[in-house]
């Protein structure tokens, strides 16, 4: 999984849900070449500020909110997925 299909889940709201891939058996032989993603400057601050602000209400969910040991475990990997996510944006955009 790469920082932008992290992002195209956040991005359609099911960040922290598993996505069934649907494929024929022609496609799983033969996976088309996906095309390059251009990024304006500030597509990838929105992005950036989005992941940011999702990953402060894991942790004051976390703090806070009462949740069960599966939950709160589930809600653990999301908001180490999201910091991990936050951590290669943050270096690109400083190397680009």
Sequence with gaps: MTI???ADA???GIAGKPVA???S???A???SPR???VLTADQGDVRLARLKARADGIRFALQYE???ASKAKLLRQTLQNLELAIRGMELT???S
């Design 25 to 27: 058996p022609a496609s």
């Design 10 to 12: 956040y991005d359609r």
């Design 4 to 6: 932008g299909d992290l």
């Design 29 to 31: 032989a033969a996976p």
């Design 35 to 37: 095309p390059a993603r």
């Design 66 to 68: 009462n949740q069960t």
């Design 21 to 23: 891939a649907r494929r």
């Design 93 to 95: 955009s400083r190397g």
